[in-house]
């Protein structure tokens, strides 16, 4: 069974900084591209930041660049984003993805 797990989303205060993971499973991680992406409701999902297979940053949003930071761990199928000096523009679901694969999401709440 395929499924990608999110988690490390809540409130947090501008400024501040959030790690969300993402582990995978059911398929073979390692050889995906894998992507977080947000949305707000009534909006188009947005691509964040992008890591090819074997750990090489491909892309940032303009909006995040030198605020996130893409990573991953395939010895353990798992892929992160670093989120520091948070705005309450940044708030959104944030989602993982690899291929057609998707995860559930987790929240992300920029608020004082």
């Known amino acids: 069974q395929v499924q990608l797990v999110e988690s490390g989303g809540g409130l947090v205060p501008p400024g501040g900084s959030l790690r969300l993971s993402c582990v995978a499973s059911g398929f073979t991680f390692s050889r995906l591209t894998m992507n977080w992406y947000r949305q707000n409701p009534g909006k188009e999902r947005e691509l964040v930041a992008a890591?090819?297979?074997?750990?090489?940053?491909?892309a940032y949003a303009d909006s995040v660049k030198g605020r996130f930071t893409i990573s991953r761990d395939n010895a353990k199928n798992m892929v992160y984003l670093q989120m520091n000096s948070l705005k309450p523009e940044d708030t959104a679901m944030y989602y993982c993805?690899?291929?057609?694969?998707w995860g559930q999401g987790t929240q992300v709440t920029v608020s004082s």
């Open positions: 890591i090819s297979s074997t750990g090489g940053v491909l």
């Open positions: 993805n690899g291929g057609r694969y």
